[in-house]
């Protein structure tokens, strides 16, 4: 069978334990307790795939959260340039990068980046808010 088992003596008794989940399973089977394995492999599946949905989540949820704050502070340096009167006075594409965050502040910057004309790449619309930000002092 190959389950190792280990023995811890009492003063009144003898305890047998196995360690491993896999070890636990086989004298489980071993004994006649089929159902019970399948149950606890059931068990074990539902909590891996629980853990990992709540890990999922918990990332998706961060994620939002990183996403918001960054919007705000674009936003935020927008604002700044335009009661600056600064915001016209900037090269076209910051310009649009700017208008765009203002029309849709809640969009990424996915989102933001396939509105720009022509279509422009995530990284290349992030480079320009940075530098917008940086322009206003933030």
């Known amino acids: ?18 360690k491993s989940w896999d070890a636990i399973e086989s004298l489980l089977a071993t004994m006649g307790a089929a159902e019970t394995v399948l149950g606890l492999e059931e068990r074990a599946v ?9 890990r999922l989540a918990n990332a998706d949820h961060a994620n939002l959260v ?4 960054s ?6 340096a927008v604002e700044r340039l335009r009661a600056e009167k600064r915001l016209e006075r900037l090269p076209s594409a910051l310009r649009e ?3 765009l965050r203002l029309r849709h502040p809640a969009d990424s910057l996915r989102e933001l980046a396939a509105r720009t004309s022509p279509p422009a790449t995530k990284a290349s619309l992030h480079r320009r808010l940075r530098k917008i930000e940086e322009l206003a002092g933030g």
């Not at 069978?1 to 280990?6: A, K, N, R, S, W």
């Not at 539902?46 to 709540?54: I, L, W």
């Not at 990183?66 to 704050?69: E, H, L, P």
Request: glycine share 2%; no cysteine; proline share 0%.
């Open 1 to 18: 069978m190959g389950v190792t088992l280990h023995v811890v003596e009492r003063s009144s008794h003898a305890a047998a334990y196995a």
């Open 46 to 54: 539902v909590a891996a795939t629980s853990s990992r949905a709540n």
């Open 66 to 69: 990183r996403t918001s704050r």
């Open 71 to 76: 919007a705000q502070v674009q936003l935020e």
């Open 97 to 99: 990068a700017a208008e």
